[in-house]
């Protein structure tokens, strides 16, 4: 089994920044990927940025040019970087990891979520 324990989220003005944490520890094995997702009331969890066990990074156009993805391979840390933020940013964040392989077949894990608020 895997624990995803996320970090950083808050309350924060419009054009403010955060930065949220994500730490894995456990069964881990072979990382495919890591990335954050996030979900708004009444809307569904989409995916905000990603990035491969290659470090090739993936984001949504909502929020790229504004978040930064990163990751410590050695502490198998994930972390985003959240500048200029705007209200519609405002929703739970969520750590996802997915680890693969030929024999032990695909898991995928989920962290418990952030609150990110950005006031207006």
């Known amino acids: 089994q895997v624990q995803l324990v996320e970090s950083g989220g808050g309350l924060v003005q419009a054009g403010g920044s955060l930065r949220l944490s994500c730490a894995a520890s456990g069964s881990i094995f072979s990382i495919n990927y890591m990335g954050w997702y996030r979900q708004a009331p009444g809307k569904q969890r989409e995916s905000v940025a990603t990035i491969t066990s290659g470090g090739v990074t993936n984001y949504a156009l909502s929020v790229k040019g504004r978040f930064t993805i990163s990751r410590d391979i050695a502490k198998n840390t994930v972390s985003l970087q959240m500048n200029s933020l705007k209200p519609e940013d405002t929703a739970v964040y969520y750590c996802?990891?997915?680890?693969?392989?030929?024999?032990?077949?695909?898991?995928?894990?989920w962290g418990q979520g952030t609150q990110v608020t950005v006031s207006s």
């Open positions: 996802k990891l997915v680890q693969e392989t030929a024999a032990m077949g695909r898991y995928t894990y």
